[in-house]
């Protein structure tokens, strides 16, 4: 806690000066030295936040949550917002990485006036483990693996995308049932997505036992998982040509009670929850978003629907055979907290009126498809076919190789737009994986939507945003 | 006005990639301008933006207006009323890569053009705070260049152990 940062005026580069070593961390923060208690170790430098006579007006803007666009003439203008505030009647907060309501490593730092806030701003890559450079160094093949660890909470989705963007480039057409498994795994993964989101929110609404109960139901769906794929998370189920697996015998019971069980239980949910007057009052009209906002900020999935826009990409854009299903898309009308979790509790209402139509529409057939560039054979066919067995070693040691080409994929993941880009040139990796992950473009919400609440809504409003720090950092 | 409209106006015409989107291509110069216009044509939602490092890469497929550099910055931009993607496609010079930012268009587009900053070395000129993101701040490199290793640990084995 000894040293001592400068911070230059061009707002870019941070000086460390070891003339002011001596200089005690009170008589900084009496003269404003704003950097002056975080030791040189863990200072993040010019990502942090700054202050306010540091940072430039339009910087200065989007930690105060004005985002609409300037040529709109909506806009809120930079100059105008009390920027003459002395800095001695405000204190700048770092809350995280290490916080419990932080949902992972999220670090923000809060200027506070009181209670107040007054700005945000979000500092992260505390998880950054290079998944985007990794992923150039595996086959398509192992891709999954490294994919299906970013958004820890839905991985069967990031498998999906990455599956779909691949086959998309090597133009390979998916059997009936794989597609239907697919969507099948994919909403019961959103179901337990949105289960935890439950669990965390009513723990950080201070209702402990919503934790307990929703991590139970969530356990019935990660049994099944594990009955089915063998891995409870981070599956690595959904994989390019297919899935790894046929559904195990008997799944229609198995997913017949997940679905009868949790429906019950989400009416359970709603007495525990949705009527109980000191959760509302902590809700309700907390966190407020507009429509051209959430557009601006690109945010997506129940961030955007809470707004009222009815966008989710399974309507607006369908995917695997979402076209051949009956669901609702729900959508909120103030855009506050209440009305995200309204939006998550019916999804997983209407995940489980999708699995029960998938329990009536699965098609006999294939579970991958059956072209030996692609998929593996089977263990039996090694034995005595040659051909297997050459195809077997080619694709677990070179892979199959991917025509040149570009493209961009998106799932609607539990949290938004799940994208992938991925540029293919020619060989058996990919030349470059991009990640848009829902997470990361949500994140820039939380300036607007902070600003001006109390810090203990803080709290309230993290957790609605929902953020992933696997898939934010990745 | 359609996208096809906007890239008979900019000289480039666009190209269908594998997963059916247009693809736009534009140069520096008129990057902002075209995306003001495609925002302006319905496009609310800048959903995505990276840089590409195309060092080593055996050849692309680019229109013949289009000459190719080391970089390129691709944004998907989507039209939630008309219900599709276009995809802008800029090359970016390996001498100075620097390029507009879309800050004061989409203010969704800043923690984007940070990640593609701090992982590819593209700078955004107008960006209002252009500082790494994912990286530590005191990081060198930038590494999802092509050039930058990838880096690995080296394996020591031991002798090997006797019967036990």
Same mark, same amino acid.
């Given at each position: 806690?000894?040293?001592?940062?400068?911070?230059?005026?061009?707002?870019?580069?941070?000086?460390?000066?070891?003339?002011?070593?001596?200089?005690?961390?009170?008589?900084?923060?009496?003269?404003?030295?704003?950097?002056?208690?975080?030791?040189?170790?863990?200072?993040?430098?010019?990502?942090?936040?700054?202050? #306010?006579?540091?940072?430039?007006?339009?910087?200065?803007?989007?930690?105060?949550?004005?985002?609409?666009?300037?040529?709109?003439?909506?806009?809120?203008?930079?100059?105008?917002?009390?920027?003459?505030?002395?800095?001695?009647?405000?204190?700048?907060?770092?809350?995280?990485?290490?916080?419990?309501?932080?949902?992972?490593?999220?670090?923000?730092?809060?200027?506070?006036?009181?209670?107040?806030?007054?700005?945000?701003?979000?500092?992260?890559?505390?998880?950054?483990?290079?998944?985007?450079?990794?992923?150039?160094?595996?086959?398509?093949?192992?891709?999954?693996?490294?994919?299906? *660890?970013?958004?820890?909470?839905?991985?069967?989705?990031?498998?999906?995308?990455?599956?779909?963007?691949?086959?998309?480039?090597?133009?390979?057409?998916?059997?009936?049932?794989?597609?239907?498994?697919?969507?099948?795994?994919?909403?019961?993964?959103?179901?337990?997505?949105?289960?935890?989101?439950?669990?965390?929110?009513?723990?950080?609404?201070?209702?402990?036992?919503?934790?307990?109960?929703?991590?139970?139901?969530?356990?019935?769906?990660?049994?099944?998982?594990?009955?089915?794929?063998?891995?409870?998370?981070?599956?690595?189920?959904?994989?390019?040509?297919?899935?790894?697996?046929?559904?195990?015998?008997?799944?229609?019971?198995?997913?017949?009670?997940?679905?009868?069980?949790?429906?019950?239980?989400?009416?359970?949910?709603?007495?525990?929850?949705?009527?109980?007057?000191?959760?509302?009052?902590?809700?309700?009209?907390?966190?407020?978003?507009?429509?051209?906002?959430?557009?601006?900020?690109?945010?997506?999935?129940?961030?955007?629907?809470?707004?009222?826009?009815?966008?989710?990409? #399974?309507?607006?854009?369908?995917?695997?055979?979402?076209?051949?299903?009956?669901?609702?898309?729900?959508?909120?009308?103030?855009?506050?907290?209440?009305?995200?979790?309204?939006?998550?509790?019916?999804?997983?209402?209407?995940?489980?009126?999708?699995? *029960?139509?998938?329990?009536?529409?699965?098609?006999?057939?294939?579970?991958?498809?059956?072209?030996?560039?692609?998929?593996?054979?089977?263990?039996? *066919?090694?034995?005595?076919?040659?051909?297997?067995?050459?195809?077997?070693?080619?694709?677990?040691?070179?892979?199959?190789?991917?025509?040149?080409?570009?493209?961009?994929?998106?799932?609607?993941?539990?949290?938004?737009?799940?994208?992938?880009?991925?540029?293919?040139?020619?060989?058996?990796?990919?030349? #470059?994986?991009?990640?848009?992950?829902?997470?990361?473009?949500?994140?820039?919400?939380?300036?607007?939507?902070?600003?001006?609440?109390?810090?203990?809504?803080?709290?309230?409003?993290?957790?609605?945003?929902?953020?992933?720090?696997?898939?934010?950092? #990745? | 006005?359609?996208?096809?409209?906007?890239?008979?106006?900019?000289?480039?015409?666009?190209?269908?990639?594998?997963?059916?989107?247009?693809?736009?291509?534009?140069?520096?110069?008129?990057?902002?301008? !075209?995306?003001?216009?495609?925002?302006?044509?319905?496009?609310?939602?800048?959903?995505?933006?990276?840089?590409?490092?195309?060092?080593?890469?055996?050849?692309?497929?680019?229109?013949?207006?289009?000459?190719?550099?080391?970089?390129?910055?691709?944004?998907?931009? !989507?039209?939630?009323?008309?219900?599709?993607?276009?995809?802008?496609?800029?090359?970016?010079?390996?001498?100075?890569?620097?390029?507009?930012?879309?800050?004061?268009?989409?203010?969704?587009?800043?923690?984007?053009?940070?990640?593609?900053?701090?992982?590819?070395?593209?700078?955004?000129?107008?960006?209002?705070? !252009?500082?790494?993101? !994912?990286?530590?701040?005191?990081?060198?490199?930038?590494?999802?260049?092509?050039?930058?290793?990838?880096?690995?640990?080296?394996?020591?084995?031991?002798?090997?152990?006797?019967?036990?």
């Amino acid at each position: 806690m000894n040293d001592d940062t400068t911070v230059n005026d061009d707002a870019v580069s941070v000086d460390f000066d070891d003339d002011l070593l001596e200089t005690s961390v009170v008589d900084n923060i009496v003269t404003g030295n704003q950097a002056a208690w975080s030791s040189r170790e863990t200072s993040e430098g010019a990502q942090e936040l700054r202050r #306010r006579d540091a940072t430039q007006a339009d910087e200065l803007g989007r930690e105060s949550g004005a985002v609409l666009r300037l040529s709109d003439g909506v806009v809120l203008d930079p100059t105008q917002i009390d920027i003459d505030r002395p800095d001695d009647e405000t204190m700048i907060l770092n809350m995280g990485p290490q916080h419990p309501s932080t949902h992972g490593v999220l670090r923000l730092m809060l200027e506070l006036d009181g209670e107040t806030v007054l700005r945000t701003k979000p500092i992260i890559g505390y998880l950054h483990t290079g998944m985007e450079k990794q992923a150039e160094a595996l086959t398509y093949v192992q891709g999954c693996t490294n994919v299906t *660890r970013m958004d820890y909470m839905s991985p069967l989705f990031n498998e999906l995308v990455f599956s779909l963007a691949a086959e998309s480039l090597l133009g390979v057409e998916m059997p009936e049932r794989a597609t239907w498994i697919r969507m099948l795994m994919c909403e019961l993964n959103r179901m337990a997505s949105h289960l935890v989101w439950m669990a965390t929110n009513g723990m950080d609404m201070g209702s402990s036992s919503m934790m307990i109960y929703a991590f139970r139901e969530r356990e019935m769906i990660l049994s099944f998982f594990e009955k089915t794929t063998g891995l409870r998370m981070n599956t690595n189920y959904i994989r390019p040509g297919g899935v790894a697996a046929d559904l195990p015998d008997g799944w229609e019971d198995d997913v017949a009670v997940i679905c009868d069980t949790i429906l019950e239980r989400t009416y359970e949910y709603d007495d525990l929850l949705t009527g109980q007057p000191i959760f509302r009052e902590r809700q309700e009209g907390v966190g407020n978003l507009t429509a051209e906002e959430a557009l601006a900020l690109s945010l997506t999935g129940p961030l955007l629907r809470s707004t009222g826009v009815p966008w989710d990409l #399974r309507r607006s854009m369908p995917y695997l055979n979402y076209d051949q299903v009956e669901f609702d898309v729900i959508v909120g009308i103030y855009g506050d907290n209440f009305d995200r979790y309204a939006i998550r509790l019916n999804e997983i209402r209407e995940s489980i009126r999708i699995v *029960r139509q998938i329990l009536e529409k699965m098609p006999r057939g294939d579970y991958r498809v059956q072209d030996p560039k692609v998929t593996p054979p089977p263990r039996g *066919r090694i034995d005595e076919s040659m051909e297997s067995l050459i195809h077997h070693f080619k694709l677990f040691t070179e892979g199959f190789k991917v025509p040149e080409g570009e493209t961009y994929v998106a799932v609607e993941s539990p949290r938004g737009e799940l994208g992938v880009y991925l540029v293919s040139d020619g060989s058996s990796k990919p030349f #470059r994986m991009h990640v848009r992950g829902p997470s990361f473009g949500n994140l820039q919400a939380l300036p607007l939507l902070l600003r001006g609440g109390m810090m203990s809504d803080a709290v309230a409003v993290i957790s609605s945003v929902d953020p992933v720090m696997g898939e934010v950092d #990745r | 006005m359609s996208v096809t409209a906007i890239g008979a106006l900019e000289g480039f015409a666009p190209t269908t990639s594998a997963d059916g989107t247009q693809s736009v291509f534009t140069d520096l110069g008129r990057y902002h301008t !075209l995306i003001s216009q495609l925002r302006d044509s319905g496009f609310e939602m800048l959903v995505d933006l990276c840089g590409v490092d195309y060092l080593g890469h055996p050849g692309r497929s680019l229109p013949e207006a289009v000459a190719p550099e080391r970089f390129e910055v691709v944004v998907n931009m !989507l039209s939630l009323s008309q219900k599709r993607r276009v995809r802008v496609r800029v090359q970016v010079s390996e001498h100075t890569p620097v390029i507009d930012s879309l800050f004061d268009l989409y203010p969704g587009s800043e923690a984007m053009e940070r990640e593609a900053f701090d992982l590819i070395g593209i700078r955004f000129a107008g960006h209002p705070d !252009l500082t790494r993101i !994912l990286m530590p701040d005191d990081w060198e490199g930038h590494p999802l260049r092509k050039d930058y290793g990838i880096g690995r640990i080296p394996v020591q084995f031991k002798e090997t152990p006797g019967p036990r």
